[in-house]
């Protein structure tokens, strides 16, 4: 999952990124709504953490702006003033949730599981696609009910891939999520740690098909019905 922070307080900025970070999440930080506004046109972000008094560009109209261009990327307001019409206007405007400053930050970790949630498709804080299951509470992943230990890339590979599964996925896609501002991952890579999650999770009725040149898809093998003896026998004679 990668989040966007657009918060000029450096020191809270600051906190929220070594925060999520040690999650495992891949966050990246601006200061001003301008580099905000930027930022969201030009990489793809699984959420974005907006503060409302952005210097240059407000965060209202940083929203404004995301939402007019049809994006649906969850966003979580934040607003020094514990304001109903801040927050009526920041709803409209198309947020998903929002928080009064100061804040604890324990409860910020819990409302961007929740939005992790809503964006991969329910309330649900567990992820299931056949024998495979992912707590996205706990970030903890098993296989008919068998922990599957997972490094933080591999994670959040598993994570792009469940949050599409039955869908293509592209490497440059795949890229987009895993990686920060500055941190050089090739497609090669993205092959490296689809074979490694492919080794831990292929155990099963799951498998990471590859697309030839396009990407990847989570699927989920279907048995073939056994045909039952009792409907492959010949029709017994009347009596």
Not at 160 to 178: I, N, T, Y
Not at 202 to 218: D, F, H, K, N, S
Request: glycine letters at 8%.
């Amino acid at each position: 999952m990668r989040i966007l922070i657009a918060e000029d307080d450096r020191v809270l900025a600051d906190g929220l990124l070594r925060s999520l970070r040690a999650l495992g999440y891949a966050v990246d930080q601006v200061a001003d709504g301008n580099s905000a506004d930027a930022a969201l046109q030009s990489s793809e972000f699984d959420l974005l953490i907006l503060d409302l008094g952005l210097p240059r560009l407000s965060g209202f109209e940083v929203l404004r702006k995301l939402r007019a261009r049809g994006a649906t990327v969850p966003v979580l307001i934040l607003t020094a003033a514990d304001s109903v019409e801040d927050k009526v206007r920041g709803l409209d405007l198309g947020a998903d949730d929002y928080m009064a400053k100061p804040f604890a930050l324990q409860e910020l970790e819990a409302r961007v599981r929740a939005l992790s949630r809503r964006g991969m498709g329910g309330a649900s804080a567990v992820i299931q696609h056949g024998p495979l299951h992912y707590d996205i509470t706990g970030r903890v992943v098993t296989l008919d009910g068998h922990v599957v230990e997972l490094s933080a890339r591999e994670l959040t590979l598993l994570e792009v891939l469940l949050q599409r599964a039955g869908r293509l996925v592209s490497k440059d896609q795949l890229v987009e999520h895993l990686c920060v501002w500055g941190e050089e991952v090739s497609t090669n890579a993205i092959e490296v740690y689809v074979h490694r999650l492919r080794k831990k999770i292929e155990v099963g009725p799951v498998r990471i098909a590859t697309v030839r040149g396009l990407g990847y898809c989570l699927e989920k093998i279907v048995p073939v019905a056994a045909t039952s003896a009792e409907s492959a026998a010949p029709p017994r004679a009347d009596a």
